[in-house]
């Protein structure tokens, strides 16, 4: 199990950047699939994008595709997000889950019950 704590949330008006960090507690990401998820007000929970346990992969929702670029550094993994939009307004919550034994690359979906642990959230609004 492992700590996972996201940042990087605030306000940004449309058409802006803002990079979510998501970090585990005391440890690092690596060998861990990460992905980030997010949820708007009267909506269900919906999977953006996912980086695969080993980096070799990455997995993104049509809603964000071309926008949003996951990324791993140093056991970190990062979420940018640019050319924003009022829609994209919502909690975002990372997961991870950890990879396979030897140099297999896990490469998980976007739904959610893949993932083992989740961070609290960090709001993201954007202004029209």
């Known amino acids: 199990q492992v700590q996972l704590v996201e940042s990087g949330g605030g306000l940004v008006q449309a058409g802006g950047s803002l990079r979510l960090s998501c970090a585990a507690s005391?440890?690092?990401?690596?060998?861990?699939?990460v992905g980030w998820f997010r949820r708007a007000p009267g909506k269900e929970r919906e999977g953006i994008s996912r980086?695969?346990?080993?980096?070799?992969n990455t997995l993104y929702a049509d809603s964000v595709k071309g926008r949003f670029t996951i990324s791993r550094v140093s056991g970190t993994v990062y979420l940018q997000m640019n050319s924003l939009k009022p829609e994209d307004t919502a909690v975002y919550y990372c997961?991870?889950?950890?990879?396979?034994?030897?140099?297999?690359?896990?490469?998980?979906?976007?739904?959610?019950?893949?993932?083992?642990?989740w961070g609290q959230g960090t709001q993201v609004t954007v202004s029209s």
């Open positions: 005391g440890g690092t990401l690596d060998n861990y699939a």
């Open positions: 980086i695969s346990s080993l980096g070799g």
């Open positions: 997961s991870a889950t950890p990879g396979l034994p030897g140099r297999v690359d896990f490469e998980p979906t976007l739904q959610s019950y893949e993932y083992d642990d």
